[in-house]
């Protein structure tokens, strides 16, 4: 009887600790299609990975998630098995699309912003040469010739 109490207890400190995480899990997901650029796409991503490795490994470890769902009733083992293979694909899409985001923050991201601090410093030259001549013109030769 004792027992059956604290399982009870175990399993719904296990389903509170769940869905807490799955309502952190789903804030996350809307910051993430939120993202405004390249950047905040790839914290809110790593962020994101760093929450779901160890919900996953836990919904998957003895006496997890879906062990419980298991145990109570074998009306979802085909989606229990769905899931758990979900996981695996999840996290190789969230790893795929980081490593697309830093290489092209590195490459192409990188280049452009070089290029715009480029012609930066060329508009800047060009206005103080501008300058420059319209002081010497004005100041320098007036009554010269
Ligand atoms: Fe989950």
Redesign the pocket.
Known sequence: MTLDRDEQRSTARMRDG?LD??QQ?REMTRRLEEAANLVELLAGLQAFRAL?VP??AD?EGPDG?FDLVRTATSRHLVDVRQ?EREHADLLRDIAALVDRAVACLAGPVAEILKQGGELARRVRDHEARESALLVDALYVDVGGE
Do not use: A, D
């Open positions: 769940v995480t799955h899990i779901l919900h996953f919904e998630f899931l």
